[in-house]
């Protein structure tokens, strides 16, 4: 199993256990620029729900993404975008 599936999997899965419609949920795996970012995309009215009061959700996912990111010896950065429905 490659590192960067397990990571994307374990995105895709908090997150979806924190918002209202999982089926919004998208978490897509830019490599390049000497790191790998991942790109999460929620519904517009969840991306509150996803940061949390001061942040403090989004920090804790950048925190346990900063461990694996040291464990591998990798540069990971963490994006949450809205999710435009049309």
Do not use: F, W
């Not at 089926?23 to 929620?42: D, F, H, M, P, W």
């Not at 991306?47 to 540069?75: D, F, N, P």
């Amino acid at each position: 199993m490659e590192q960067g599936d397990m990571v994307e999997r374990l995105l895709l899965r908090v997150v979806r256990s924190l918002v209202d419609t999982p089926k919004n949920v998208a978490v897509e795996c830019l490599s390049g620029n000497g790191g790998t970012t991942y790109r999460i995309q929620v519904a517009d009215a969840e991306v509150g729900q996803v940061i949390g009061k001061q942040g403090r959700i989004a920090r804790s996912l950048r925190t346990i993404v900063a461990a694996v990111a040291m464990k591998e010896k990798r540069r990971i950065t963490l994006d949450i975008e809205r999710h435009h429905e049309g």
